[in-house]
């Protein structure tokens, strides 16, 4: 029975429990849904139980397909890490390294530090996540990401940190905006117009809440949107000012109808850190990411 249960049959199921249809899954992992479900079934008939049930609303794990889910998922990371363990033998950096970062680092850092990083290094690869900050620490120290990058916060032990790039808030408005004509534009004449939010409950949006709750002030929300890109087009339209990242105001906040300005606060010269749980010897090619983007160790 075991020759038949093969590890790509493995990823396949465990991309259709994720997705909850055998469609998406296909579609995410490149094969028509028509093979994809002959996997299914072979590997159902090897483990001689049903793993799926099928509806027209999508599928749900059996009993069975709950712990073929969950023991696939470690035969999976085993075997990624046996893969590139084994490929850092030979002396090259090669191989795949799992990287999470947040938003911020995702759009205003990582192409340009991928490109270089790449260019010295051909033969890495890199599979990345985009996860707010504490997913992030979180995926690291479970060892799901070989490599962090996210907004600089205290860490657990077991856990390094070194700096990665300084990221300070900033406040983008409409150009004809009043508070425009200032150099430099403080939290609390901000917090006086409508705010267009992004990612409601993620990391951004909790920490400017939790800054006017300590100022013992409200905010009020014109909109909360899902990206940066969407939220600077709402700056564009004149329907609010916001509070992002310089990073992305750098990389969205771009046209004639913009203008950007320093937020005043000091909490908001914000840092970004890479972070990596503590390993020796590293993977060679682990090693080369943190080199090649890391400052001093913090």
Known sequence: MTRRVDAYSLRLFAAVAQEGSIVRAAAREHIAPSALSRRLTDLEHAFGTPLLVRSPRGVQLTEAGLLVFERGQQIDQGLQQLAREVQSLDGRVAGTVRVAANTSAVVGFL???????????????????ELDTPEVVRSCLDDHADVGVGVCMDVPAGMERWHFASDPLLVVLPRGH??????????????EWPLIGVRAGGSLDRFV???????GRSLQMAVSVGSFDAVCRMVEAGLGIAIVPQSAAAAYAGSRHFVRRPLQEDWAARELCLYALRKTPRLRSVQAVIDSWSGPAG
């Open 209 to 215: 809440h939790a800054q006017a709750l300590a100022a």
């Open 111 to 129: 192409p340009e530090r991928l490109k270089t990083l790449l260019a010295r290094h051909p033969a890495l690869h890199v599979s990345l996540k």
């Open 178 to 191: 009043v508070l425009a004509r200032r150099s430099a534009v403080g939290f609390a004449q901000a917090i």
